[in-house]
């Protein structure tokens, strides 16, 4: 076993004797992961897509969606069920499946939006505050304006042709839909 050289012999002065066993691994290129949607884009999409168009079945509002071909059809049917138990759809039976629409009008939904997000915070006060803050003021004297023409009672606010929308309904009223009390 004189010519015999063993497999350590192989390997340069400081490598250890694992190396010899293991050669070196190939890894392939990292992959980049698959694009995600932030959280609630595509309840976005659904809801500009009903405001656009109108009662639509789930394939409708699949092929109406800008990456349609990327979206399974069950993740719009998932989609536009999660706005249902939401309170921002409706939808109503055609044969076997639903139609959704988009009740009221997108500052409706707008409005929605923003008392769920002051709903989830702790600090209402600090929250107004900041939101006030950030106006323009064009914007923040037509706050003011609503609340000096808002009943002195509390209950409404006056909207746009003298309608009152009542408030204090919290993050559960649907949009078009009455508080409970």
């Excluded at 997108?106 to 107004?128: C, F, I, S, Y």
């Excluded at 939101?131 to 304006?145: C, G, K, M, N, Q």
Aim: charged content about 20%; overall charge negative; cysteine-free.
């Amino acid at each position: 076993m004189d010519d015999a050289t063993s497999s350590t012999d192989a390997l340069p002065p400081d490598a250890a004797p694992h190396e010899a066993v293991m050669p070196e691994a190939v890894l392939p290129e990292a992959v980049p992961a698959a694009r995600r949607r932030p959280p609630g884009s595509l309840e976005e999409e659904v809801l500009g897509v009903l405001h656009s168009s109108g009662e639509l079945s789930p394939g409708e509002v699949r092929d109406l969606l800008p990456d349609s071909g990327r979206l399974s059809y069950s993740a719009v049917v998932t989609t536009l069920t999660r706005l249902h138990a939401k309170g921002v759809v409706t939808r109503r039976r055609h044969g076997r499946a639903y139609l959704y629409s988009a009740p009221g009008d997108p500052a409706t939904l707008v409005a929605w939006r923003m008392n769920r997000l002051l709903a989830g915070q702790a600090d209402h006060r600090r929250a107004l505050t900041h939101f006030i803050a950030a106006l323009s003021p064009t914007d923040e004297a037509l706050v003011r304006d609503l609340l000096a023409s808002a009943p002195a009672q509390p209950g409404g606010v006056p909207l746009a042709g003298g309608d009152l929308q009542a408030h204090g309904g919290g993050a559960g009223t649907a949009p078009g839909s009455e508080p409970s009390r």
